[in-house]
């Protein structure tokens, strides 16, 4: 958000917070709490003024109208700009998966006010380079990791022999595609679920792949096409239902799942006749969104600034100790993610040269929105059927299982070693726990099981640090008292963000100083390294 932040921008946000919630339907767990909603940080620039600018005048979740402009960004930027994570660079290309009741979550009304909105930055005039790059790019129906490199694909050539000289020449056999750039769009995700778990289909390892590098080969000789540069991010529309029906442990296990981000959406609040907002109410913002685009295309290698580089060592421990089981393997993928989230919103920030702490905070809410959401959806599911099931029983006998009951509960069609690899699992994640049951004569009393609370992973949110969803745009939390330290390298607290000294070894690859000598009225907002305050104390949003 700007400093100088429009009067309906802030009118968008009351009316998102106060709005009455979606009821959650009777069959959800009522243990089980709808993820608060994203809070401030995460609606950073531009992308974050486009959505309240629209949340007042649609049943949709600012949620799903947010992260479908973040993915559709990123897709229009394309390859050239990236993070680097060691040798490995990280481009804008993301995946998101809506996850909300048929209708009521209003996910495809969410996806039409995202792609009018750059239907009207890119696609409405002929002098902007982009101009038609949805009717280019926008894809659906994937069904095969072929298809998918097909939309993208170089240009194949095959040699061939002439049969009256002999001599070999190259002939053309497809042009290929100059656009590489591929958005693929599905609102009914439960058939691409179900197409991927069919034997033989690649289609989750190409989208992996796709995830990773934009180059995209398969080792089959019937299938000669190819593409490098691709850049292709996804949006998926799914019930929670259907997500956890048809999202099985091979799936999970390829890694397909953890490049995605999981976004629970639900109906905002009630309009009866509807609201037209009109396409003069969003073109400020659209103009803007089509410019900034244009720039960030001509980027490189962004990097992330002194202060990103404080919060980020602050997030980093949390994205990488993610909880056993399921939730796990699903958040595996945390500080790629989040760079990249990182990355959109910096490139779209007028003239940011650097990934800055607003950046990254914004990411961080986004991250820790998904991982609830996630939690909301799967719960204590631990991605293994036995496990699964043998916690179901558990929990409907609380005088708990004995070995010979947990027996009798698969029908004694189990060997020993997978029952004894499920209570195992089960004992880890502290979902169950072994007791000595009453003895009934002499000898050795029975073993029991019983299900405890011990982790309960429906209240996982309160283990993730809040400090990137407290995040004001405003001011660095903290002791408001110091505006510069006196702290030394060694005794620098990671906690006090109004801490502007780092030691030298900390600005190793900075080569700007830390001390601007610009007035507050000529603060730059996007200059990371000026480290001035504007009158009043707050820093300049």
């Known amino acids: 958000m700007t400093a100088a932040q429009p009067d309906w921008a802030a009118a968008g946000?009351?009316?998102?917070?106060?709005?009455?919630?979606?009821?959650?339907?009777?069959?959800?767990?009522?243990?089980?709490?709808?993820?608060?909603?994203?809070?401030?940080?995460?609606?950073?620039?531009?992308?974050?003024?486009?959505?309240?600018?629209?949340?007042?005048?649609t049943e949709a979740d600012p949620a799903g109208i947010l992260m479908q402009l973040v993915v559709a960004a990123g897709n229009a930027i394309g390859h050239g700009p990236h993070f680097m994570i060691e040798a490995t660079p990280q481009a804008a290309n993301l995946n998101v998966i809506l996850v909300g009741d048929t209708s009521l979550g209003r996910k495809g009304t969410a996806k039409d006010h995202a792609l009018?909105?750059?239907?009207?930055?890119?696609?409405?005039?002929?002098?902007?380079?982009?101009?038609?790059?949805?009717?280019?790019?926008?894809?659906?129906?994937?069904?095969?990791?072929?298809?998918?490199?097909?939309?993208?694909?170089?240009?194949?050539?095959?040699?061939?022999?002439?049969?009256?000289t002999g001599k070999s020449h190259v002939v053309v056999v497809d042009q290929g595609t100059d656009e590489k750039r591929a958005l693929f769009v599905e609102t009914e995700y439960a058939r691409v679920l179900r197409v991927a778990r069919r034997d033989g289909n690649i289609l989750p390892y190409v989208l992996s792949q796709a995830f990773d590098s934009g180059t995209l080969r398969l080792a089959n000789?019937?299938?000669?096409?190819?593409?490098?540069?691709?850049?292709?991010?996804?949006?998926?529309?799914?019930?929670?239902?259907?997500?956890?029906?048809?999202?099985?442990?091979?799936?999970?296990?390829?890694?397909?799942?953890?490049?995605?981000?999981?976004?629970?959406?639900?109906?905002?609040?009630?309009?009866?006749?509807?609201?037209?907002?009109?396409?003069?109410?969003?073109?400020?913002?659209?103009?803007?969104?089509?410019?900034?685009?244009?720039?960030?295309?001509?980027?490189?290698?962004?990097?992330?600034?002194?202060?990103?580089?404080?919060?980020?060592?602050?997030?980093?421990?949390?994205?990488?100790?993610?909880?056993?089981?399921?939730?796990?393997?699903?958040?595996?993928?945390?500080?790629?993610?989040?760079?990249?989230?990182?990355?959109?919103?910096?490139?779209?920030?007028?003239g940011a040269t650097r990934i800055g702490w607003q950046h990254l905070a914004a990411a961080g809410e986004v991250w820790r929105y998904s991982c609830d959401s996630t939690v909301y959806i799967f719960g204590d599911r631990l991605g293994d059927p036995v496990a699964d099931q043998l916690l179901q029983g558990l929990r409907s006998a609380p005088a708990g299982l004995t070995r010979t009951e947990i027996r009798d509960l698969f029908g004694r069609n189990l060997r020993a070693g997978e029952v004894e690899r499920a209570l195992g699992l089960l004992l880890v994640t502290g979902l169950a726990q072994k007791v000595e049951g009453a003895p009934s004569g002499p000898g050795r009393p029975p073993e029991r099981w019983v299900a405890t609370g011990g982790n309960d992973r429906n209240d996982r949110t309160q283990d993730f640090?809040?400090?990137?969803?407290?995040?004001?745009?405003?001011?660095?939390?903290?002791?408001?008292?110091?505006?510069?330290?006196?702290?030394?390298?060694?005794?620098?607290?990671?906690?006090?963000?109004?801490?502007?000294t780092l030691g030298e070894a900390d600005l190793s690859d900075d080569g700007n100083d830390q001390t601007t000598t610009d007035p507050p009225s000529a603060y730059d907002r996007n200059d990371g390294n000026d480290q001035t305050p504007d009158a009043g104390g707050e820093w300049s949003a």
């Open 221 to 350: 000789k019937n299938t000669p096409a190819f593409a490098t540069g691709a850049h292709i991010s996804t949006i998926g529309h799914i019930t929670p239902e259907n997500l956890v029906r048809h999202l099985d442990d091979d799936v999970i296990a390829s890694g397909f799942a953890n490049r995605s981000l999981f976004v629970l959406v639900r109906r905002a609040r009630l309009l009866p006749d509807g609201e037209r907002l009109p396409d003069a109410a969003i073109w400020p913002l659209t103009a803007r969104l089509g410019q900034a685009i244009a720039i960030a295309k001509g980027r490189g290698e962004l990097t992330r600034d002194v202060e990103a580089r404080r919060l980020w060592h602050e997030m980093y421990g949390p994205l990488t100790t993610p909880p056993p089981g399921l939730l796990g393997a699903l958040q595996a993928r945390g500080p790629a993610i989040v760079m990249r989230i990182a990355l959109v919103v910096a490139l779209l920030d007028d």
């Open 13 to 57: 946000v009351d009316a998102v917070r106060n709005a009455p919630p979606e009821p959650e339907p009777e069959s959800r767990p009522a243990a089980r709490q709808w993820p608060a909603p994203l809070g401030d940080p995460a609606y950073y620039g531009i992308l974050g003024d486009l959505t309240h600018r629209i949340a007042p005048t």
């Open 116 to 164: 009018r909105c750059f239907r009207l930055a890119l696609g409405s005039s002929s002098a902007h380079e982009d101009a038609g790059w949805l009717d280019q790019s926008l894809a659906s129906g994937l069904s095969s990791g072929e298809g998918v490199i097909w939309q993208v694909r170089d240009k194949i050539e095959r040699e061939e022999e002439d049969k009256k």
């Open 465 to 500: 640090p809040r400090f990137w969803s407290c995040m004001s745009f405003r001011s660095y939390q903290g002791d408001e008292a110091d505006g510069v330290t006196t702290d030394s390298p060694q005794t620098y607290d990671q906690n006090d963000r109004n801490d502007q």
